[in-house]
Each structure stands twice: as structure tokens, then as C-alpha cells.
């Protein structure tokens, strides 16, 4: 079973991200900042990265950037989800690593559609 | 019986608890989280009725005024216990001397390391990190170190000083360890030789406070285990910058099993060892 | 046994910066090295006339570490004036600053309560956004009423969202048919309609 990481600071959007990828038969865990969710990243390995950009402790674009950094996670995928709507934070999204941007709140079928696309299915 | 003194039910109100804790977090950087009430009031009591104060309010406010603060020490002391053994949690004292500090030498070129354990509480845990070099890290043959141990409470230090432990201090030391380190006194307990003692340099520090954390530089491994929970947002983030001035480039940190840097700070960057987690100030 | 023994150590390391005064950590705020900075940086928090020049550095300070330094320094002097200094951090474009300015003024609570209102009716929605951002642990009586008001008047989803997820831990029994009432504001959301039904079952249970 492939395995999604959901870093967010919100409890109920980690709750809704986590049904959502689950009724698609993904292993959900999640991170409540950047620090927490590479402190996981350097135990386990995931298939995907759901990320939320403002966080406390570390941000979402700092969280990309230091994963494609890193050898063991570089090549994971990660989607960025944000309430931030400008051309300007896509780009930096993409600029820091990002393989998909989704603003908030996102559409069950497109969100999920790109999860399968990036992670090659569930199982 | 009649000579007992007279029971008074005292008891603190929310209000009092209020001023006590703002008091206590403007002195120590403590906070104590609401679930913490019980075990705060109850340790308040009991000092309200050793000073013979009347009530709250009587202790409070000579105790805040008391010139040489000998008071506030002692509430800190008790406010602030934290139970300790040798060889507590003893993967963080494997992954040091298999991993950790064979890495420092050999990619910091060092032949001097200075270990910091703070808060050294009783002495457990400073000991522990002696016995540790000296019964399993070969490097100790060709490297010298340091081993530092702070603490905020005097009259803890004192007893780390002493160096005399009960019976289950020391449950987890084997017989040998026993013998080779500690000597029994008459009242079977178990007090670390000379040699152990003489190992460990003890001194008095506050956390928060950055003049004495100024007298702590070019640390290779720091043990800062369940202090930091104690603390809030602030305190912490402020103690995560204390350590990483205190650390050495490349230097490294435990904290406590409950307790999680990523929570804190993104100063360090995250170690995977095979025995344990640790917390490296980056080399650059 | 080959530890070093306790006599020969020496503790405290003196560097020539130890007899450092206010005007040597303010020229040092402006070296060209990182580390010299951050260490000017939290040194500075003994000197509260120094929030100015700390508040300053951090609108041009491209270092995380540094710019983390003086967050807490300025935390640590604390007062209306470094508050209304660090309010315009809101706005800017740098993601780790914004969030670092968020968890200073949540440690706050004495100061910020006469700004809140301004920043949760701000023009711009993500501002509106980070106001509710620091009240998630701001200890702050007024913070459920607040809430209560942006959930029950404010036009963006997200805001709303993120109102209703603060109020799930410290909303009351009495703010349900407010709660029931965003479903109807915001009909066909399936993200909206999952956390206010959890809002609901969490509250009715209080």
C-alpha cells in the first residue's frame, strides 16, 4: 500500500485530506509543520507529499526545497495546497519543487486525480 | 498530641493559581499548562505550611519580597522534580559511543570533545555518560573529554555532587558496574568513587537566562532530555537558540523520548542514527 | 581511567566579543556574516532600545537562522512598539518570515487584542487568514467570540474554513446554529460541509 504524507497545521484539513486520499486506498500519516514532516521523512519513506504552504517552524516551500535537497526523498513527488491565489505563489511552488499546485479548498476529483497520476495508483 | 500545630485547610483559589503561575514563568520560564493545577497546588501547600505562612496570600508576597530568594529556590526545586536513574533510556548512551561520537572524531578531526548534560538532576544521568566512555567507546583511549553537567537547582547539584544513590537508582547497572563504580555506604547505598565523581565537572545554570548560558561554547553533544516540555513556546524557542550557540559546528543534541525538536525550532538539522534521533547544528 | 578530570576544565570560553556593549552588537547586526549577525542578534535582546535596528535588519534579512534570532529577541523585548513593528510582516511575500512573525505574536496575548480586530476585517484574505492563525494558541479570553463573528460575517471560504477549525477546540455548545448556518452560506462544499459537521459533533459533545 503506497503511503501519503499530509503536512498541514490545521487539524481539520489534515482530517479531510487524510478520508479523501484514504477512500482511494492510500496509507495516510501526517506532519503538523515542515520540521516535524522532514523529521518523518528521514525515518520512513512515502510516495507523496501533500503540502500546505504557511506552517509554523517551516513552510511549505522551504519543506520542498529541502527535500529535493535531500538524496533519500529528492525524487518524491509533492503537490502544494494553498489559500494563496496569485500567479506569483504558483510560480514559486513550482520554483521550490512542487510537481502540482492546488488552491484551497480543493476539488475531491481533481486532487485526486493528480494523486494517482504522480504515486501511479494506491497499491 | 497536643503540640501538633494547628491543621489549616488552605487552598489556592484560580485566581491565586493565575498570579502564582505568571509570577513562576516571569522567574523560571516555566509554565504550567492547566492539567498541571493539582500537582502545582499541592506542592504549593506544602510549602505555604512549611513556612508557617497563614495563607497564599501571606507566603506570596514574602516570598517574592525575600531579599536573598532562598524561597523561590526552594519552590523551584520541588515545583520542578523529575524522576532519574542510571542508564535512562539507554539507546541515546548506545548510539553515542557506537555512532555518534566516532562520526565527530573522524569528520571533525578532534581530539578533545566536550559533553553537556543538562539538567543533571541528581547525577544519574552525567555519571551514566561517564560509565558509558569509559566501559564502551574505545575512542577514550585517544580522544579527551570533557564532561560537562548544569543544573537550575542548587540543592540538586549538591546531591549529583555527593554522588549517592539508592538501590533503585541503580537497578540497572549490573553487579560489576556496581562494584567498579560505586562504594557502599553503611546504610546500603551505593555512593560513586571518587574517580567517577572526579569525572564530571557540575555547575548552576538557568536555561533561560543568556548570561550563563554564555559560559557554554564549542559543545560537541549536548543531553537536554525532558526539560524543554516543561517549558513554553517562548522558552523553548529561546533554549533551541541558547543550545545552538552553545553547540560546536556540527555538534549534536538528545532531547527527552516525549519530546520533539520539530516541534520547537528548525535551527538543527535531523540525525537518524541506528539506536536514536538526534539534532545536529550544521556544519557549513 | 582516561576522562578528563574535572580540575582541568575550563568552562567558559572568553572571546573578545564577551566585553561586547550596545554599539558593538549594533555595528555587528551589519556584518557581512551570518553567524556574526544572529549572534548581534539575540545579544540585542538585552537592549530594548534595539528593536528598532532589530526590525529593521529583519525586513532585509535573506538568513533564515538570523531572522530567527531576532524573532525571539524581539519576543523577548516585547511591548506595543515591536508589536506594531511586526504587524506589516504580515503582508510580506517571504512565506518563512510571515510564519515566523505569526508565532511571535501569538505569545502576545496582552498586547495584540487591540489590533485583532483590524486584522480579521483586512481587505486582503490572507491576512485575515494569519489574524485567526494567531489566535490558534493565542491565550486570549476573546478569541472564540472573535471567531464567532468571522464565521458568521465573513464572505471567503478559506477564512471561514480556518475560523471553523480553530473553533473545533475552542468553540461552544452555544456557537451550533451559527455553525449550522455556514452550510447554508456556502452551499456545494464538500470541505466546507466535512469540517463543520465535525465542528458540530465535537461541540454538541462539550
Redesign the interface.
Known sequence: MKKILIVD?????R??HR?LMESLGYHVEEA?????A??KA??DTYDLFLVD??????????FIEEIRKTPAVKATPAIMIS??ETE?DRDKAYEAGANFYFI???R?EAIQTFTKLLTGGAE | MAALSKEIDIKITNAEFERFRDFFYRKTGIRFEDSKRYFVDKRLVERIKKTSSNSFRDYFTSMRFQASGEELQQLINIMTVNETYFFRESHQFDCMVEELLDEIVRTQNKTELKIWSVPSSTGEEPYSIAIYLMEKWPGINHVDVELLSSDIDSSVLEKAKAGIFNERSVQNLSPALRKKYFNKTEFGLYQATDDLRSCVHFSKVNLNEQKDMQKYRDIDLIFCRNVLIYFDDYSRRNVAEALYDALSPGGYIFLGHSE???????LFK???FKDA?AYQKPIE | MVLKKAATVATATTSEKSAYGLQDWLRLIDSTSPEDRRLAARALAEFPVSAPALLNTLARESN?RVKGAILVSLQCIGGHRVLEGLLPFLRS?N??L??GV??ILQGMPNEIGDYINDLLHDQD??VR??AI?IL?TLAHPDSPTWLLDVILHDKH??VV??A??RL??IGTPEMLPAMKSVLARFPN????E??VN??IKRLSED
Do not use: H, W
Open positions: 497545521d490545521a487539524t481539520t484539513v482530517m479531510y478520508q503538523g509543520n515542515g520540521v516535524e522532514l523529521e528521514s525515518q504552504i504557511n506552517m509554523p517552524k517551516m513552510d511549505g516551500y522551504t489559500t494563496e506569483s484551497k479548498p480543493v475531491m | 520533539s525538536m520539530s516541534r520547537i525550532s528548525s535531523i540525525r537518524k534521533l | 533564515i511575500d512565506a518563512a510571515r510564519n505569526i508565532e484574505s490572507d487568514i494569519f492563525d490558534q471560504v478559506n474554513a480556518t471553523i477549525d473545533t477546540e462544499e464538500p470541505y466546507i466535512f469540517i465535525l465542528a
